[in-house]
T-cell receptor, first 116, second 112 residues
């Protein structure tokens, strides 16, 4: 089945530790995104990528890093510089619009990150 | 600051009733509008996309868009307890990059 796979489902981080969240898609989408969701808040964009080997900061990129070495993969690293990492992290992907309307984003199942 | 506003709810409706969920947005240049359903502890799931003024129907769901009033709504007919979830409104501008701006969501409770 085509879709977006995020792993792990749950992740615990120790103080001073970097952790990496995986996101893989087999939808042949060019664009991929990382969001953070906190209770009572909307989704906030961390990073996005529209093409391999290129990515841009979103609204809350501080303390995070990404790479886009393959079209299918867009891993997110939560660094020790992110002082409040506890949240629900969502990866999404979409086709680029081309000459048509903007395409919706589709989400993976998410990763819950907590501090030990 | 581009904003998308939703009433947080909860919106409580009895089973079989019509649920009406509303969303306003601040960016007059917005061109694409999406409704997502998010069950507790789960990721958002796309329900509807709408791009033109008027109504768009898909099964029990109808999305309504009024760009002049900067208003988009979602109607759920014959509401079922399984519709109980948080509904997120998301709006995309015309900048070329597909940045979605999300509202904080409206929680819907459908009672049997």
């Amino acid at each position: 089945d085509g879709g977006i796979t995020q792993s792990p489902k749950y992740l615990f981080r120790k103080e001073g530790q970097n952790v990496t969240l995986s996101c893989e898609q087999n939808l042949n989408h060019d664009a991929m995104y990382w969001y953070r969701q906190d209770p009572g808040q909307g989704l906030r964009l961390i990073y996005y990528s529209q093409i391999v080997n290129d990515f841009q900061k979103g609204d809350i990129a501080e303390g995070y890093s990404v790479s886009r070495e393959k079209k299918e993969s867009f891993p997110l690293t939560v660094t020790s510089a992110q002082k409040n990492p506890t949240a629900f992290y969502l990866c999404a992907s979409s086709a680029l619009p081309g000459r048509g309307p903007n395409q919706p984003q589709h989400f993976g199942d998410g990763t819950r990150l907590s501090i030990l | 600051q581009k904003e998308v506003e939703q009433n947080s709810g909860p919106l409580s409706v009895p089973e079989g009733a019509i649920a009406s969920l509303n969303c306003t947005y601040s960016d007059r240049g917005s061109q694409s509008f999406f409704w997502y359903r998010q069950y507790s502890g789960k990721s958002p799931e796309l329900i509807m996309s709408i791009y033109s003024n008027g109504d768009k129907e898909d099964g029990r769901f109808t999305a309504q868009l009024n760009k002049a009033s900067q208003y988009v709504s979602l109607l759920i007919r014959d509401s079922q307890p399984s519709d109980s979830a948080t509904y997120l409104c998301a709006v995309m501008g015309d900048t070329g990059f597909q940045k979605l701006v999300f509202g904080t969501g409206t929680r819907l409770l459908v009672s049997p």
